[in-house]
């Protein structure tokens, strides 16, 4: 049986995850592949805390570039896109195959570590970059190998899942739910990268490239975070028949342009997706022949993350063994894509909350305001009383517009007199 | 680039769907993989009927063998276990990659056809034979490659799926449910196959299969379909928070033995998978890392059939231009397994329903019974009131039990004076 070196950088949660799975499943793993693969080495700064699993005597090491050298494989644990690229880069041009889970590093200089894997005569790896323990990647890149891929809509972060879960299912507010994650460790202390969106964009950018070929910059799309989802709006989505979720959508369309976006999105409530709760991710693909598929699991934490980095490991362990560089071009440069749809051209339904006066012809002016820019309401609803100050809440719901008209419209609506500060936006998908 | 030749033999619904995909995506599809793949030949023995699928000229034929001869891999769409068997064993014979959709076969002759495989060079690949577009094989193959699995749950036949759906949705009886779908083609003429649970039988073998090496056949497990499943257990079944669903179970218990099992079984109503209805299928995996999973599609059907037909030809075309037998073993000989767990031996939670004289002593008789076998009941309610005839319903729900003395149980309630016909027992589980 052949035999493979496989080498880790950086021994945090993931990291420890990663050497428990190898060590752990190694014999089961063998019998279904037919490599053996053996951890030799781990680099880390810190050789000396217990992160509870029981490691080989000899090769946690901080000397990194030693367990680089000596590995067939390197797997990329460390995160951050500075120390990481660095060590990555240097074990592609020695030719090694790299396992990483470091989205935010691919989404950034993606097509650089591509063009350095291919110089170099090795790989590149990520299935954990994107859904955590969910093979999303490799489904698309090969389970729906012979489909076109018209839309994937995914929940892509787990902290951002959870807040708006508990937010929903304990009528908490998010500065509340926030604080609470963060003490029990679902969010970190600065949780912009995942409340901001900038998380799941990282994701969304990995999976537009896999459905269309290419490599688009996180600056290239729209990110809108759940910093500004109120309680409110939850439950006023509630009663319309939705909920909300920070979904990741990546669609082409007639023309085979592209439209890739972040963003708070009201859903059915009967949706599959709707239905995918706290850290869980979930990403739904529709292919032309396939039709709707959607796939669910942790998309966070150690062993989940650890099971699509060693699903990764055996990959490039059966392409060394048989002498292959890489099965499936790691990414397409060539775009299957006519071009990217700006975000003032896209056409979706929208969801709009307003503080008014409470006075006669408030709701009509509302309505004028958005029948003259030929936005089509399918609802518009006052649903509480006036408050102690005499103003009152008003939520439209709207057909698909196009959003430089909608954005054109809810300017005009915060100029009227009536009008209480800004319009609350939200983009909907009846998935 | 290097071209592979493909054929198909019997060009009915889902070899039309296969056509229709490898012509139409044949660029998208050569761009992904590097590999073109070219369809060269159809074999079908009625070479007029329209498919509804545009085919070049010349290439369908009723020669099947010079289909196989002239292919590079042989797509068997053929169905069946007679002649399928014998065209797959011709081409196996002549090195020849074999794709196919064909559970059944699979199901009865899995060993035969991976031996003549491995003996004369070839492949066989099946990822079409269970979940229909659903890229599950791959999943649990690869994706999951570092997990031991814990457990499968399935909805596999969405013909059942879709009869279960419209009787809950409907509060239609079985045999009227049956005979809608008939008419509308969401079951056969004889539907047995479907119904009776087989067709999830053959399903669930190559699940277990691919879960921990081996092959069993249908006869070594438990079958049970939903012929007998009621309206009223669908709706005590919702009153108590449950959904009805056939299941194929596939478990390894802490002492490593396997459990195969197919059977109608009460699911918690919140679970994700109680949520997958009409004729879309779902399998939750749950691995030693990866922690719970669930996938969810099209389990039939002309394209999400060919959807999962077509990977396995990517598949085997990069194998081919990679000058590689198989990337993975097709099945693994040896089992990861200490045996198989008797039905006997099954410990399940379980719903009885029965009908009894409405008197006094009665409920207390029933109570005493299932006490006298040790069994833990967790509710025994009456939910209406005396029929015409004084009889009443009793459903008892219980916690784990061993199979064995919970059919002693019920061989002891059949028994008593207060008892008419049978007691109705169905499985739970708490996934």
Redesign the interface.
Same mark, same amino acid.
């Given at each position: 049986m052949k035999h493979i070196k496989v080498g880790i950088l950086g021994f945090g949660t993931v990291g420890a995850?990663v050497a428990d799975?190898?060590l752990?499943?190694r014999v *089961?793993?063998s019998?279904?592949? #037919?490599v053996d693969i053996e951890l030799t080495g781990i680099g880390d700064l810190d050789t000396t805390s217990d992160r509870g699993v029981s490691i080989p005597s000899g090769i946690l090491t901080d000397e990194t570039e030693s367990v680089i050298a000596k590995s067939d494989i390197v797997v990329e644990l460390i995160g951050g896109t500075t120390v990481s690229r660095k060590f990555i880069l240097s074990a592609l041009k020695q030719g090694k195959a790299v396992v990483t889970a470091n989205k935010a590093l691919l989404a950034d200089y993606g097509p650089e570590l591509f063009a350095a894997a291919e110089a170099g005569g090795g790989t590149i790896c990520y =299935?954990a970059s994107v859904g955590g #323990?969910?093979?999303i990647i490799?489904?698309l890149? =090969?389970?729906? *190998? #012979?489909?076109?891929i018209n839309r994937i809509y995914g929940i892509l972060n787990g902290t951002c899942n959870y807040i708006l879960t508990r937010m929903e299912r304990e009528g908490l507010g998010f500065e509340e739910v926030l604080k609470d994650a963060q003490r029990l460790g679902y969010a970190e202390a600065n949780p912009s990268l995942d409340i901001d969106g900038f998380d799941t964009a990282h994701k969304a950018v990995i999976l537009a490239s896999l459905a269309y070929?290419g490599w688009h910059t996180t600056d290239e799309i729209y990110v809108q975070g759940i910093r500004d989802v109120s309680l409110l709006d939850i439950r006023f989505a509630e009663d319309l028949g939705y909920k909300i979720k920070l979904l990741g959508i990546i669609k082409q369309n007639a023309d085979f342009r592209t439209e890739v976006r972040v963003h708070p999105t009201l859903i059915p409530a009967h949706a599959?997706l709707a239905?995918?709760s706290d850290v869980f991710n979930g990403v739904m693909v529709n292919?032309?022949?396939? #039709?709707?598929?959607?796939?669910?699991?942790?998309g966070a934490g150690r062993?989940?993350t650890?099971?699509?980095v *060693?699903?990764d490991?055996?990959?490039a362990a059966?392409n060394l063994a048989?002498g292959?560089q890489q099965?499936?071009?790691a990414y397409?440069k060539?775009v299957?894509s006519s071009g990217m749809v700006s975000m003032d051209e896209i056409v979706t339904g929208y969801y709009l909350r307003m503080l008014v006066d409470d006075r006669p012809g408030v709701l009509a002016q509302v309505a004028s305001i958005l029948s003259n820019r030929k936005i089509s309401v399918s609802r518009l609803v006052q649903p509480d009383d006036s408050d102690k100050d005499g103003r009152v809440t008003i939520v439209a719901v709207t057909h698909e517009t196009r959003e430089s008209e909608m954005q054109a419209a809810v300017n005009d609506l915060e100029h009227i007199d009536a009008m209480y500060g800004k319009v609350c936006v939200l983009r909907m998908e009846e998935i």
């Open positions: 995850g799975c190898l752990k499943n *089961v793993i019998r279904r592949i #037919g =299935e #323990g969910i093979p490799k489904a890149r =090969e389970g729906f *190998v #012979g489909n076109r070929g599959p239905g995918i292919g032309d022949f396939v #039709g709707d598929t959607l796939f669910y699991g942790r062993a989940a650890a099971s699509a *060693v699903s490991i055996a990959d059966l048989q292959i099965r499936i071009p397409r060539s299957e």
